[in-house]
């Protein structure tokens, strides 16, 4: 597994009027990415996850679906 450069964390308050993620509706290496994305962000004090931490976990999870990723975008 890679080690890549830790995420900042944003500073702003937001506020989001958003429904609790389940989990169980993601593949297993979805999962994975999501749970490592939160271990980032706890391990840069952010109280939430950035999508620099999930892109970091994705890449951490599994190197083979970053090239699909960037084509998506």
Partial sequence: MR????????????RYNHKAM??????IKSQEAVQRA???AM???CQ??????????IMEVD????PFVFKKL
């Fill in 22 to 27: 389940n989990l169980n509706n993601l593949t």
């Fill in 38 to 40: 939160q271990q980032l």
């Fill in 63 to 66: 190197e083979s679906v970053t």
């Fill in 43 to 45: 391990e840069n004090n």
């Fill in 3 to 14: 080690s890549y450069e830790k995420p900042p964390c944003r500073t702003g308050v937001r």
């Fill in 48 to 57: 939430q996850i950035e999508p620099g931490h999930l892109l970091a976990a």
